[in-house]
T-cell receptor, first 113, second 109 residues
């Protein structure tokens, strides 16, 4: 089945220690998104790639970076995680068109000690 | 700025007790309204996309409807396995998708 895969499912890091989360997809979608979701809150868009074009949300901290080496893979790098960065990180994909239905991966739960 | 408000925040139903979840929205040029189901600790699972007022879609016990100002997710004769948080989202003219905070549904046997 075509899907969105995220690894790892759970990540524990220390305050200030860089961490990388990965996302891969077999849907052949050209748009990939990274969201941050905290408990009982709506998913918050951090950035997205439209093909190779990177689009950063205005309020995304500089601490968050992303790479998309090819169509299938996308990475989220958190350069110096703080306690406030503990959250669920969701990757989603869509096929760009007039309406972009997004399909989500299972998420990575990040804990910062 | 696009806005999505979902109500109620939480809903507790007896098994078999039908009900509706509401999603009110304001958006500049609706391109699509989306419903997702999210289980604890997991990513949102896509349910429906609605494109224009008057449209309805069904899947098993769920039926989504759309007007110019709101969408309803009707749950008919729910079962305990329908317990989850249901998220509504809209995509407007600027193409950004805006999510609501969800309705947490609990269905009691």
């Amino acid at each position: 089945d075509a899907m969105v895969i995220q690894n790892p499912r759970y990540q524990v890091t220390q305050f200030g220690k860089p961490v990388t989360l990965s996302c891969s997809q077999t849907l052949n979608h050209n748009v990939m998104y990274w969201y941050q979701q905290k408990s009982s809150q709506a998913p918050k868009l951090l950035f997205h790639y439209y093909d190779k074009d990177f689009n950063n949300e205005a309020d995304t901290p500089d601490n968050f970076q992303s790479r998309r080496p090819n169509t299938s893979f996308c990475f989220l790098d958190i350069r110096s995680p703080g306690l406030g960065d503990a959250a669920m990180y969701l990757c989603a994909t869509s096929l760009a068109g007039s309406t972009d239905t997004q399909y989500f991966g299972p998420g990575t739960r990040l804990t910062v000690l | 700025e696009d806005q999505v408000t979902q109500s109620p925040e939480a809903l507790r139903l007896q098994e078999g007790e039908s009900s509706s979840l509401n999603c009110s929205y304001t958006v500049s040029g609706l391109r699509g309204l989306f419903w997702y189901r999210q289980d604890p600790g997991k990513g949102p699972e896509f349910l429906f996309t609605l494109y224009s007022a008057g449209e309805e879609k069904e899947k098993e016990r769920l039926k989504a409807t759309l007007t110019k100002k709101e969408s309803f997710l009707h749950i008919t004769a729910p079962k305990p396995e329908d317990s989850a948080t249901y998220l509504c989202a809209v995509q407007g003219g600027y193409q950004k998708v805006t999510f609501g905070t969800g309705t947490k549904l609990q269905v009691i046997p």
